[in-house]
């Protein structure tokens, strides 16, 4: 997909396109029989201003909604609340009691892992200082005399200096390595009673693990949530004060915007039921009665207002609800009223009518032509019909068809010139083998309509 020639994904398209296209199909017959798409419907016709107050009200109602859910599940009764601060408390304590938050998880393996090990460090240890010994064969005496050599040999040859000097360093480290180890060794030595200590710690920690986290650190965010828990609990009703005078804020807040959307929708509608009866003579629907009545309810996403359209048909006939009155052709020539007026307000360049003629014929189907015709001075209309009357007044004709190329069904589109106009046209009024007669019906329709755009 593109746009001005840029690649744009699916959603892009489908954002703009609603700007540019108003596609009009059958099943919007259905649609605007329900009271909600009435009531959308009159919204979509007010200002820029009543829109932004809708997407407002939608907000804070949404919010309103939560808070009242919230509200739902933070109410309890006063036993849960004695059992929850009971529980809440015994765990705090328990955690403190245990001191488990002082310890140092990877300090206290390390001092286990060298107390469950420490013979065999010992045992190691001891191998290595008898190789760094000073008997006869050790390195360290090995290392002695290597150094003694080497300074003999300095005392002739300057060039050897160098390495006397990294023999010596090397007999230098080596000493102070035997030196620390001895230091460890020492620290070898370990009392039972540390290790019982060490040891019980492990035990605290695994048996918290197990109830307040896999982790110190999840077991003190689990204990600094219990406390705020605790905190809450004993300030519950203070709490639930706020929050229920929170929600009523919030609810006067609402009354007091949808009292506006409606006040807003009423004189929407005082503009809408004059161009509608202006729409609906053109229609040849003078003797049509209309009126949107409005009826308070409960606050909802969409206000206080339940709206319907009332219609009469005919003279000194009551109003009755649309949805319980209107015929399919009625329903038609009202849409494309509708369609007349909302095009107006929305500006929208391009509209596709899928078939607005249904239930649709005689005169009435001039009539909606003429309609069409006018409004598509200010805007690209794009007809699907198989009604002669409406087909023959358009500026160009397009022939949607189907054929089987080699065992396979195509559909194409092509458009028509001035003589397949006209012979499309009687086949759709007689059939395939139309009379004389009804192709010069079809020719003086055309040409009428031409006559008409000179």
Not at 197 to 221: C, P, V
Not at 413 to 442: F, P, Q
Request: include cysteine; aromatic fraction near 10%; charged fraction near 30%.
């Amino acid at each position: 997909s593109k746009v001005n020639n840029i690649p744009v994904p699916s959603s892009v398209l489908k954002d703009i396109s609603k700007y540019l296209i108003d596609i009009y199909g059958q099943f919007e017959n259905i649609t605007i029989l329900s009271k909600a798409e009435q009531r959308n419907f009159i919204d979509s016709l007010g200002s820029k201003e009543h829109k932004v107050k809708l997407l407002e009200y939608e907000s804070l109602y949404n919010e309103y909604t939560d808070k009242i859910s919230t509200l739902n599940q933070y109410k309890k009764t006063p036993e849960e609340v004695s059992r929850n601060l009971e529980f809440l408390m015994y765990q705090i304590e328990d955690i403190k009691s245990s001191k488990v938050l002082e310890i140092n998880e990877d300090e206290l393996d390390r001092r286990l892992e060298i107390i469950e090990n420490q013979q065999h460090l010992r045992d190691s240890v001891i191998k290595i200082m008898s190789i760094l010994g000073e008997d006869e064969q050790d390195i360290m005496s090995g290392l002695g005399r290597i150094n003694k050599y080497s300074e003999d040999i300095c005392r002739f040859d300057s060039t050897f200096i160098e390495i006397s000097n990294r023999i010596s360093q090397i007999f230098i480290e080596a000493e102070d390595i035997k030196r620390e180890i001895g230091y460890y060794f020492d620290t070898l030595n370990f009392d039972d009673e540390e290790y019982v200590l060490l040891d019980g710690q492990r035990s605290t920690l695994f048996e918290a693990k197990r109830k307040y986290g896999n982790s110190i650190g999840e077991i003190n965010e689990f204990y600094e949530n219990a406390i705020k828990q605790v905190d809450n609990i004993k300030n519950y009703e203070k709490n639930l004060k706020y929050k229920e005078d929170e929600i009523e804020r919030i609810k006067l807040e609402l009354f007091s915007i949808a009292e506006l959307i409606s006040d807003n929708r009423k004189k929407i509608t005082i503009n809408f039921e004059n161009n509608l009866k202006i729409q609906l003579k053109e229609l040849d629907m003078e003797d049509t009665s209309f009126k949107v009545y409005f009826k308070d309810t409960d606050i909802n996403i969409k206000g206080k207002d339940e709206i319907s359209f009332m219609i009469s048909f005919n003279k000194n006939e009551p109003l009755k609800e649309f949805s319980s009155v209107a015929s399919g052709g009625e329903i038609s020539r009202f849409m494309l009223a509708i369609k007349s007026i909302e095009a107006e307000v929305e500006k929208t360049p391009t509209i596709i009518f899928d078939e607005i003629d249904t239930g649709i014929s005689g005169n009435a189907g001039n009539v909606v032509g003429t309609k069409l015709k006018t409004l598509s001075n200010n805007h690209q209309l794009i007809c699907i019909s198989h009604l002669p009357q409406i087909i023959a007044k358009g500026d160009k004709q397009f022939l949607v068809y189907k054929e089987n190329l080699q065992g396979k069904i195509f559909s194409n589109v092509k458009e028509l010139l001035y003589d397949e106009r006209i012979k499309e046209l009687a086949r759709i009024i007689e059939g395939d083998k139309y009379s004389d007669h009804t192709y010069n019906t079809a020719k003086n329709m055309i040409d009428d309509n031409l006559r008409g755009e000179k």
